[in-house]
T-cell receptor
């Protein structure tokens, strides 16, 4: 079983829809959870950074962490064509440990 | 733009050759991490340097080596290139110690023929 599982997509949704992206993980010791956005031919860009369980909101983006289910989510409200990218979930045991990435989900927002 | 710059942007090498990739970290950042991203995969951790010392290594063979310089810029060296080394190599920098929020460069696309 891989440490981090993420559906690679592609996921296509109409502009304005709510997007839900998810990851599951196997190691219950993970404490820090991140979402990165990666455009084609670019490096990943940090979107959300959370510690332990709970929700975090930043503009149109909401990150949720459910440690009991080992499941994290990213919601994008009022999706825009510029949100079309690959979204990578990532997590780490502590602030001194390596970051483990999911495969990424390719998202297409249709105008 | 993150302020992390990598060179070159693209590189073509043949099997068995050696390659050096370079990274300039964002101003004020003292930690540099290197990741390998194969096509259709997430980035995989190669190693990290914190204040010029290696501070953790992923599951990569010794032919992957690195350096961090006093100005916190960094190099990734790969010897005896193999076809499977073809990937996007990403450098990321952070401040305030290891694994604070990472800021990635745009990467070096390496093709091994």
């Amino acid at each position: 079983q891989k440490e981090v599982e993420q559906d690679p997509g592609p996921l296509s949704v109409p502009e304005g829809a709510i997007v839900s992206l998810n990851c599951t993980y196997s190691n219950s010791a993970f404490q820090y959870f991140m979402w990165y956005r990666q455009y084609s031919r670019k490096g990943p860009e940090l979107l959300m950074y959370t510690y332990s369980s709970g929700n975090k909101e930043d503009g149109r983006f909401t990150a949720q962490v459910d440690k009991s289910s080992k499941y994290i989510s990213l919601f994008i409200r009022d999706s825009q064509p510029s949100d079309s990218a690959t979204y990578l979930c990532a997590m780490t045991l502590n602030r001194d440990d390596k970051i483990i990435f999911g495969k990424g989900t390719r998202l297409h927002i249709l105008p | 733009e993150t302020g992390v710059t990598q060179s070159p942007t693209h590189l073509i090498k043949t099997r068995g050759q050696q390659v050096t990739l370079r990274c300039s970290s964002q101003s004020g950042h003292n930690t540099v991490s290197w990741y390998q991203q194969a096509l259709g995969q997430g980035p995989q951790f190669i190693f990290q340097y914190y204040r010029e010392e290696e501070n953790g290594r992923g599951n990569f063979p010794p032919r992957f080596s690195g350096l961090q310089f006093p100005n916190y810029s960094s190099e990734l060296n790969v010897n005896a290139l193999e076809l499977d080394d073809s990937a996007l190599y990403l450098c990321a920098s952070s401040s305030g110690g290891p694994n604070e929020k990472l800021f990635f460069g745009s990467g070096t696309q390496l093709s091994v023929l």
